[in-house]
């Protein structure tokens, strides 16, 4: 079935009638400031949070590329909410078309949908952060996120349709009346007269696909991060390696607490007001505090990295050429520097092999702006003392003795 036929058949109600918070006359103004401030304050922190990533090549990681995509969600989160808020508030005309409100119902599935698979696959970041440090860059390379976060995207909106699918059913005899500041599903579901069973056999399967195994996947994830993290014996070490997930595990509480409230609230005179009050909270003030949550534990966050160990570079310097050397060491810094590496340049040795009598002036070596201090005559590597001289006395006498 096409969208289009979908559509078709959900607009027999011909419209419907938008009423945010059980509002009067007298609160319009304080409804509509309300929601201006959050939609501009929200817009704002997600465009810088944008271009603040974008711009700065050291914010180019797994993480912050997943954070940026969040923002993406919020915005659309917002302006699929909002601009039709303001618009029916300011017109005073709360009437919505059935194609409106349903077109409006599918990005918010979309969105909503996204939102969850994305905050998973930011737990699967830390996880394997911390969990498989070494083989980080590997698995979170960046054809890997790319194809991760088009496949989230698409995911969301194959989902949506299938939510907007169900709604073919209902039929409404009685009222057009949505208790709510926009087209919302649950509110929509109350006042139709029948045909929900559709609906509620796929709301069971999306409870389950996008509720229980993500949230069940997360938490098992930290739950080896926690086991990770105990195994570290220094209470500094513990600390620093926990900073790297507890914003994203307090933006995941938010997010849990408040979807929970929305789906759990009993029916009874004021579970309308509760329910759009939480659902104000997650989809337009959550976005702006797990931001403001994110930015103020990234200040003092120490990412996860690996120091290089054993790695050694070899050069052939003709004629006192030593560009393509420089060159090499360039190119093997700034490589690390991308992988989540980092070259401890005060333990960086150097040895220069020179058997000619007029020897050449030795011009020191820099990796990633740091000067290379030691210069060594004698250095073991794989097992084997090798001397700038080429003498295997040291190594003779260290294999007899």
Known sequence: ME????????????????????????????????????????????????????????????????????????????????????????????????????????FFFWTGSTEDLLLFAMAYDRYVAICSPLHYPTILSRSNCILMIVSIWLCGCLNGFFLLSSFTGLSFCHSHTIQHFFCDSKALTKISCGGNSLFTIVMCIEFVMFGVCPFACTVTSYVKIINVILCIKSMAGRKKAFSTCSSHLNVLLIYYVTVAVVI????????????????????????????????????????????????????????????????????FGKWSESNNLVINVEKTKEMVIDLKRNKMAAVPIRINGREIDQKVNTYKYLGVHIHDRLEWRLNIDWLCG
């Open 3 to 106: 969208l289009r036929d979908v559509l078709v058949n959900l607009t027999s109600a011909g419209y419907f009638l938008i009423v945010p918070f059980s509002s009067t006359a007298e609160d319009k103004p304080l409804i509509l400031v309300v929601f201006t401030l959050l939609y501009v304050c929200g817009g704002l922190v997600n465009v810088v949070s944008i271009a603040v990533i974008l711009r700065d090549h050291h914010l180019h990681t797994p993480m912050y590329f997943l954070l940026c995509n969040l923002s993406i969600v919020d915005i659309c989160y917002t302006t699929v909410i909002i601009p039709k808020l303001l618009d029916m508030l300011l017109s005073g005309n709360n009437s919505m078309s059935s194609a409106q409100c349903f077109t409006q119902m599918f």
């Open 264 to 331: 759990v609230t009993p029916t009874s005179q004021h579970s309308d007001l509760v329910e759009q009050v939480f659902t104000l909270l997650y989809t337009t003030a959550a976005p702006m505090v797990r931001k403001a949550i994110v930015t103020l534990h990234d200040n003092k966050e120490l990412c996860v990295r690996n120091f290089l160990e054993d790695s050694v570079i070899i050069g052939c310097i003709n004629e006192g050429n030593d560009e393509k050397y420089r060159n090499t060491i360039s190119d």
